[in-house]
């Protein structure tokens, strides 16, 4: 089976960092998606990992720890238009996707 | 390109009414996928395709049926709709497996009263 865990809520200050979590256990792993969601909009892609290490893309990065089962999107410098729902997804046989239940993050001035 | 088109954006069922959902993409992609997204969760697989004539059934595919007859194509079957099939729908397709991400269609809201 797969299950996966992210806090529901976060908030955070603009101009500040923000680091949302994502663990995991599942039976087949093939690479770990973070997408981000706008309240009404479908999910668009952020970052991709299938090797441990940081992976990093302007102001968000990415980290994977396969052994420990876990993740965490950084976002850096956030603005406002970074309030939405962040979702760590885990990949496994035939490309299908298994979602967390998203981590809602409000950013405040 | 228009990427992954769904229709209709909105509808209200009664109970007991059956409906079609439409997908459509022009990337030219093998993949496919249905998802819904309850209020405040995460998406959950319905269905997904490999490629035209081979459907899968995901994590929760009671009450729905789906076809892909060709590529572009994948439509979701509500049969018997009820309450709990309220959702918003989500259809997804990427062109391989690995590195390739799904895109996702703009979602297609359903109430059933």
């Known amino acids: 089976g797969q299950n996966i865990d992210q806090p529901t809520e976060m908030t955070a200050t603009e101009g500040a960092i923000v680091q949302i979590n994502c663990t995991y256990q599942t039976s087949g792993f093939n690479g770990l998606f973070w997408y981000q969601q706008h309240a009404g909009e479908a999910p668009t892609f952020l970052s991709y990992n299938v090797l441990d290490g940081l992976e990093e893309k302007g102001r968000f990065s990415s980290f994977l720890s396969r052994s420990k089962g876990y993740s965490y999107l950084l976002l850096k410098e956030l603005q406002m238009k970074d309030s939405a729902s962040y979702l760590c997804?885990?990949?496994?046989?035939?490309?299908?996707?298994?979602f967390g239940g998203g981590t809602r993050l409000m950013v405040k001035p | 390109n228009a990427g992954v088109t769904q229709t209709p954006k909105f509808r209200i069922l009664k109970i007991g009414q059956s409906m079609t959902l439409q997908c459509t993409q022009d990337m030219n992609h093998n993949y496919m996928y249905w998802y819904r997204q309850d209020p405040g969760m995460g998406l959950k697989l319905i269905y997904y395709s490999v490629g035209a004539g081979i459907t899968d059934k995901g994590e929760v595919p009671n009450g729905y049926n789906v076809s892909r007859s060709t590529t572009e194509d994948f439509p979701l079957r509500l049969e018997l709709a009820a309450p709990s099939q309220t959702s918003v729908y989500f259809c997804?397709?990427?062109?391989?497996?690995?590195?390739?991400?799904?895109?996702f269609g703009p979602g297609t809201r359903l109430t059933v009263l």
């Open positions: 997804a885990v990949q496994g046989a035939g490309n299908v996707l298994t």
């Open positions: 997804a397709s990427s062109y391989r497996t690995g590195a390739d991400t799904q895109y």
